[in-house]
């Protein structure tokens, strides 16, 4: 982004260094220094122009915890010094082997959408409402509102002082708070296929996902456009395979193409919604009348429990889907093991 320069010569206003294999390994420079309370100062070396120094570090826990499960230490450091804290903040890369585990033979499909998250097996389905797009929403018309009363120049066309650390603020809000949802849902989620024993079955969604979303949409939809945009779906299945490494559980991408135009009952392939419909996502099949949320229908489809085939002309196979359903409000991902104890309940019925 360029701006107005505010001095005659160019400032640098953040300081990173990165150390590569050669200058530092872990594995061949790991020296520590025992403290009084216990705790460990990690010790790099440095050469600087004047003269060699040693620069002491105090990890945090989640450095030490990674050591104590058999993380390795990628070699090579990146030091960020801030010059107004007199601090040097250090980033790691920890690496470690896994095996892949196979697909077992029960399967949890996962549908993502903007307000909601829905999944399930052959026995029940559960809808976490997250209300990520209502989040989405909100702060744009925040920072909206921040850009329209914050302004300064001639014509009024630039941000203040205020109003940029506002927008940063408000921005990073944001961030963080689907983040933290984002991780919690996630972690729920490889639990709950943990103790199934099941695959957790996502969709297949491609890296430019996002510019693809912003070109279907016309551009009166500038609205839902933003909130597809930052609903962070990419970033939620990271989530989703940072946790199934962790934890062993097996994963699998499936295409999404057609998933909630699909009937589970009957097959009819490529059933659009009216605007009514739509509104209300409700699927109806008008070839044999079978009505569900759409998103509990994507979830059956990726099953793979109905193949996607064109079945309209054949009768509909009686009682062949007969899940239960449950509706849970995301507060219940803040409680340990909350959809372990919901999909148990569930089962036992």
């Known amino acids: 982004m360029l701006s107005k320069a505010k001095t005659e010569k160019p400032i640098i206003r953040k300081v990173s260094l990165w150390l590569d294999d050669v200058l530092w390994d872990y594995?061949?420079?790991?020296?520590?220094?025992?403290?009084?309370?216990?705790?460990?100062?990690l010790i790099i070396g440095l050469t600087t122009k004047r003269g060699r120094i040693k620069l002491p570090l105090k990890p945090h826990k989640l450095f030490f915890k990674y050591l104590n499960d058999g993380w390795e230490v990628k070699a090579?450091?990146?030091l960020r010094l801030i010059e107004e804290e007199r601090k040097v903040l250090a980033y790691f890369v920890f690496e470690k082997e896994f095996d892949e585990p196979s697909p077992s033979g029960n399967f949890l499909s996962v549908d993502y959408n903007a307000d909601n998250v829905s999944f399930?097996?052959?026995?029940?389905?559960?809808?976490?409402?997250t209300d990520l797009g209502r989040l989405t929403r909100f702060y744009s018309d925040v920072r909206k509102r921040i850009q329209e009363t914050h302004l300064i120049g001639w014509k009024?066309?630039?941000p203040s002082r205020k109003g940029r650390k506002l927008l940063k603020k408000f921005g990073q809000r944001k961030r963080n708070r689907r983040i933290d949802l984002q991780r919690k849902l996630a972690k729920r989620l490889v639990e709950l296929a943990k103790e199934l024993n099941a695959t957790i079955v996502l969709e297949e969604v491609p890296k430019n996902f996002n510019q693809k979303i912003m070109g279907r949409r016309k551009k009166n939809e500038k609205r839902l456009r933003d909130t597809l945009h930052n609903i962070g779906m990419n970033g939620f299945q990271k989530f989703v395979t940072e946790k199934a490494v962790e934890y062993g559980v097996p994963l699998v991408f499936v295409n999404p193409s057609y998933s909630s135009q699909v009937c589970p009952r009957c097959g009819a392939f490529r059933v659009k919604p009216d605007d009514d419909a739509l509104r209300q996502r409700v699927f109806e099949c008008p070839v044999c009348g079978f009505n569900l949320d759409r998103d509990f229908v994507a979830v059956l489809n990726l099953l793979g429990l109905f193949p996607f085939s064109l079945k309209a002309d054949e009768p509909p196979v009686e009682d062949s889907v007969s899940p239960v359903m449950l509706v849970v409000e995301a507060n219940l991902l803040h409680h340990k093991n909350s959809l372990i104890v919901i999909s148990q309940g569930l089962q036992q019925k």
């Open 27 to 41: 594995k061949r420079f790991p020296q520590f220094n025992a403290l009084k309370d216990g705790k460990k100062l």
């Open 120 to 129: 399930g097996i052959q026995e029940f389905l559960i809808q976490v409402r």
């Open 156 to 158: 009024r066309k630039l």
């Open 76 to 78: 090579g450091v990146k």
